[in-house]
């Protein structure tokens, strides 16, 4: 069974350019969460989405980034325009909850991020 | 969500036991303790999860005093590819609403 994949794994942009990530959750997963860690930091939550609804925003740092998940399959995230603090590493989970398991999140390898 | 606490690294040799303990001093009664690892370059990954007492899989053993302020992570006989950063995680389950928040975690390094 493939993992949760992420594309791409690493880009390189100047500032004020726009970049967007994506995340492919695992098959019949629900729920996608976006997280990030930023230089020197713990990694944050950033929103999630059940199905193509957003449950919760409220980690969003700015109306700079963007996330869709059109189809409730796979989501995108975009940054415009990217600032140098927007640096970091953005992680993708996903998760099915039935009840009866434990909820547990899969994360994706992440995309590394550098504004410059 | 409660807070934690946990050493900022650790060093053990392979074959050792390895202890790494998290406390919780608000934890909620319908909180849960979750352990996630993360390799270099890789998104975190589940380790072990539960409630009270003890509960072990084919990977770790958590450890879970009565009180629920702390819990143990117990790795048996480490070897080099458990060198990761442990990630010690407090919150309710199985509510299908859960944002994981992450703390420092501790920076295992087994040297041969």
């Known amino acids: 069974e493939a993992g949760v994949t992420q594309f791409p794994s690493h880009s390189v942009i100047e500032k004020g350019q726009t970049v967007t990530l994506r995340c492919d959750p695992i098959s019949g997963h629900d729920n996608l969460y976006w997280y990030r860690r930023v230089m020197g930091k713990e990694i944050k939550f950033l929103l999630h989405f059940v199905k193509e609804s957003k449950q919760d925003e409220s980690g969003m740092p700015n109306n700079r980034f963007l996330a869709e998940r059109t189809g409730g399959t796979y989501s995108t995230l975009k940054v415009q325009p990217a600032e140098l603090e927007d640096s970091g590493v953005y992680f993708c989970?996903?998760?099915?909850?039935?009840?009866?398991?434990?909820?547990?999140?899969?994360f994706g390898p992440g995309t590394r991020l550098t504004v410059l | 969500l409660a807070k934690t606490t946990q050493p900022i690294s650790m060093d053990s040799y392979e074959g050792q036991e390895v202890n790494i303990t998290c406390s919780h001093n608000?934890?909620?009664?319908?909180?849960?303790i979750t352990w996630y690892q993360q390799f270099p370059s890789q998104g975190p990954r589940f380790i072990i999860q539960?409630?009270?007492t003890k509960v072990t899989n084919e990977v770790a053993s958590l450890f879970i005093p009565a009180d629920r302020k702390s819990s143990t992570l117990s790795l048996p006989r480490v070897s080099l590819s458990d060198t990761a950063v442990y990630y010690c995680?407090?919150?309710?389950?199985?509510?299908?609403?859960?944002?994981?928040?992450f703390g420092t975690g501790t920076r295992l390094l087994v040297s041969p």
């Open positions: 989970a996903s998760s099915q909850v039935d009840g009866t398991t434990t909820d547990e999140q899969f």
């Open positions: 995680l407090v919150g309710p389950q199985n509510t299908g609403f859960q944002k994981l928040v």
């Open positions: 608000n934890i909620a009664t319908n909180d849960y």
């Open positions: 539960g409630y009270k």
